[in-house]
């Protein structure tokens, strides 16, 4: 149960991780805050938390598998989320937005 | 005169034969050679015969995705050919010298 | 090639992703059913529907059994070719046997390969094979196919065609092609990661068609290429038979001289000898395991030369807990048991070479890492398919105009690798339901009809394709898709409903037992067959839009 949990957090903290790398994206942040200017400042902080999110995600990986299998399995949370956040900018897009909570929202 | 590289309309179907012929059967080739010599040279300094072997295929595979690649890109398709199957022989035929020396 | 070198790529990425990403389609998606390959067999042989069990005692029941065990009809056909004169009605001289566990199935599978009297080459054996039930050594039924690891698994890596070894060398030239693919595919796509995570199903079919295609390809590119990748290095041996052509006497010097190093006999001795409990081996090979802080169990066990005076027993541990397949094997000398040798801890390149083979060949116990495997091995599946309709789309309006009917053709055959292999497997796995226990005499045996099934429907329905694109000849959208995904939603549905018919484990039983096997396989299609509906959907609304005026053209690799 303990290492479901743990691989269910490193799924979680993938898909954060990807989600901020959307983000940083000028054409995604339109998309997820409704034409709200993006300020620069903004963008490192985003790519940061992305990569932060990323390792995180790894160290998880690796605290519940063999590095062998962990390996393997924190590659193949990168490919889910990437296709999970692409389809969420798609279709539900300010569903993102939960992940800048702090920022304030254009107008719509 | 045959131009070995070109616009759309001199995209002959004799060109193209030659290029897939020199890409696959001539990149087959090379990694042959490459994989011979790798195995009779890793063997031969000592490393065990199926590391050896397994070692040469894996770096096998990646060369000829490379020699595929450079078969179609590269301009002059007499060079590549010299290279590839010419290249490939020698590595070969060193695999043999070396296996007559270990044997 | 041309002038650029990035069209020179793009050229490449294009025609031969075309022509081989239709064999692709076939490897990367029986590749995505073979992670669950075992699962299938459950599903597909009811007899079979019960938990994996351990190794069962090898002196009680494996020892008479293997004594029994004679190759069959089309066993004995594959050496027919190799001998100087007849086969023997009975083979004595056993090479060896092998068994091996797996931690997801509930049978045993047991080998035998017998020496051959008068073969042309010496090295040559006959390999027989027989699965138990290992709770009572009670054998399958020889007509039983396992319909996930008999076929769908040979059909991902060899196309099941065994003649000459063609169906791996067609299946390594396309995993070569895939490599290709996604290398002239990263130097093709200008903007790869600021459009990492774009989709925009909104604009036209191109477009949207172009972006799943590049979605799909980068999001999961380590993947692809490290599945295609390792596929070669696996049967790099079929490919390029080095160290049996040009290097055999190096390689036969090499097993003489580990013969000497290992202790490990390459020869019969020539004299008979009995076989000392292979059990107390086991407990042995256990205890020595969990002296070194690896306690496991037995993934596979050889008995070398058997029944005479070199005879060895090899056991190796089941590698559940890590990406190499089996290993820390211990070798005993068959009729003393004592320990000849402890396999020494691999070298850097054995490891890495494991390490490869193992992540595909995934003998691993991690039900995440399966399914994210399978979300993979979709992702290529739909790559593939979205590079096949963008072709189409893109050529489409200017060979209607042409009157050329090359977009059609590509479309038909699009039809044929992508419903059409799932019309198949599907009418396969109905098959396997409605066919009889046992057919009645002159009648193929019951794996045979249904491997028949499966390549008939198949034709039918790439028949069916080739009628329905006509209109693709008119730029027109083909009523083959829709036809043919409304055929996939419906067969998606009577599959389990005929498992809950003729076998009574309807989904309610089998979730409410934990039976994941077999409720897996059957909420697996029940998803396939809503996906399959609603696209049917999405494409008769898409063909009512059409009448609208035609999209621009769209170049593939530039922005």
Redesign the interface.
Known sequence: MHDALM?LAALLASLAG?GWL?LS?D??WTQARAAAPQPAVLVTTLRTLGAAALTLSLALCLAV??P??AV??W??????S??T???T??WRASVLGMLVFWTSQGAR | MTSN???RSHLTRS?IVA?TALALLGGYVF??GV??AG??LM?GAG????????????I???V??GA??AG??AHKLRRVALVLVGGGALL?AG??LL?QQ?? | ???Q?RH??A??HTWFGLALGLVLMVVFFFGSLSVFDREIDRWAIPDTRYEPQPMPSFDRMLKPIFETVQPNAAERAAVAGLVDGPLPARFDTARSWGAYTTHRDPVLTLFVGYQVPNAKDHETAVWANRTIDPRSGVALPDDRLKIGSGFFYPLHYSLTIEWKQVGYWIVGFAA?MM??AL??GVIMHRKIL?E??????NKSAQRSMLDVHN??G???L??HFFFA?TG??IF??VY?P??HT??A???D??EQV?AKQTGLPHERAGSAAPMASVDAMVLEAQRRWAAKGMAGDVGYLNVQHVGDANGYVSIYRAGT????LAGEGIHFKASTGTVLREDPPP?L??R??E??T??HLQH?R?W??RW??V??GL?GCACIATGLFFFVEKRKRQHAKQGVSGARIVDALAVTTVTGMLVATLCMLVANRLLPDSMPAGWPWRGDMEKYCFWGAWLLASVHGLWRTAPVAQARLAPAWREQCLAIAALAVIAPLLNWITTGDHLARTIGAGYWPVAGADLFMLTGSVLALLAARKLQRRDALRAAAPAPMLEAGHA
């Open positions: 691989l990807m959307a994206m054409v995604h598998d063999s062998s299998i393997l399995v590659c193949m949370t990168l490919a889910a990437t296709l956040v692409a389809f900018l798609t | 590289t070109l616009t060109h290029r990694t042959w994989i011979a195995t009779a063997y490393m065990a015969f199926h590391d050896a072997e397994h070692l040469s295929y894996i096998g595979i990646l000829y995705l595929f690649l179609f890109a070969s695999a043999w296996q270990l044997v | 090639m041309f002038p070198f020179t790529m050229w490449l070569l490599l290709m290398v002239t600021r990492l995570f774009t989709f925009r199903p979605l799909t980068v999001a999961a380590p993947f990748f070669l290095v790099a041996y390029f080095v160290t040009q290097l006497p190096l390689h010097k090499h580990e807990d890590r990406v190499q070298t390149v054995a890495i070479n390490f490869l193992g992540l691993f991690h995440l890492l994210l495997y979300l993979g992702a």
